[in-house]
T-cell receptor, first 116, second 116 residues
Framework: AQSVAQPEDQVNVAEGNPLTVKCTYS??????LFWYVQYPNRGLQFLLK??????LVKGSYGFEAEFNKSQTSFHLKKPSALVSDSALYFC??????????????FGTGTLLAVQP | NAGVTQTPKFQVLKTGQSMTLQCAQD?????MYWYRQDPGMGLRLIYY???????DKGEVPNGYNVSRLNKREFSLRLESAAPSQTSVYFC???????????????FGDGTRLSIL
């Protein structure tokens, strides 16, 4: 079965420290991977994606993610966390069922809490 | 630049009542999606429309119907609301279809629905 896993419900980090939010996936074929962020009472906002090419992908707000095919992982990272980064983060993988049918499978989300 | 607009933002219904959630996008996107978000479960796909004139079931379609009214609008209807349908509902749209599924989805800010 095709799936995405975010093993941590919550990640706590001090402001200024590096952060990592973990994601692993299971899909057939080459994966298209995405990270989204959700602030309170808002919809999801796109952060970055991996389609092909360099394993290190840079995105919005200073975030980056590292694609690791052998470990089937796509962890989200930031060198120096800000309090304003506190939000809910979702990893997602695109699944294609042929033709025009493209859907995203989402992980269950990881709440990032950055302490001042 | 409105993006994806959902109405209403909040709604309280009694069991058995019906209602329609509205969604409109102004980005000329082909694909549109309805998700529900429940604590600890991430986002689950209810229905989607890969292009104007087509709709298909997602992961959790029971108790819902959809209409792709035109390219801009994609509505979700609850015919007979049940407490299990209490959730936050998100509409999303995406450019392209088929092999262009590497584009990010754009989300509305959600409709918070409570069924008593």
């Amino acid at each position: 079965a095709q799936s995405v896993a975010q093993p941590e419900d919550q990640v706590n980090v001090a402001e200024g420290n590096p952060l990592t939010v973990k994601c692993t996936y299971s899909v057939s074929g080459n994966p298209y991977l995405f990270w989204y962020v959700q602030y309170p009472n808002r919809g999801l906002q796109f952060l970055l994606k991996y389609i092909t090419g360099d394993n290190l992908v840079k995105g919005s707000y200073g975030f980056e993610a590292e694609f690791n095919k052998s470990q089937t992982s796509f962890h989200l990272k930031k060198p120096s966390a800000l309090v304003s980064d506190s939000a809910l983060y979702f990893c997602a993988v695109r699944v294609n069922y042929g033709g025009a049918t493209n859907k995203l499978i989402f992980g269950t989300g990881t709440l990032l809490a950055v302490q001042p | 630049n409105a993006g994806v607009t959902q109405t209403p933002k909040f709604q309280v219904l009694k069991t058995g009542q019906s209602m329609t959630l509205q969604c409109a996008q102004d980005m000329n996107h082909n694909s549109m999606y309805w998700y529900r978000q429940d604590p600890g479960m991430g986002l689950r796909l209810i229905y989607y429309s890969a292009s104007e004139g087509t709709t298909d079931k997602g992961e959790v379609p029971n108790g819902y119907n959809v209409s792709r009214l035109n390219k801009r609008e994609f509505s979700l209807r609850l015919e007979s609301a049940a407490p299990s349908q209490t959730s936050v509902y998100f509409c999303a749209s995406m450019a392209g279809q088929g092999g262009m599924g590497n584009q990010p989805q754009h989300f509305g800010d959600g409709t918070r629905l409570s069924i008593l």
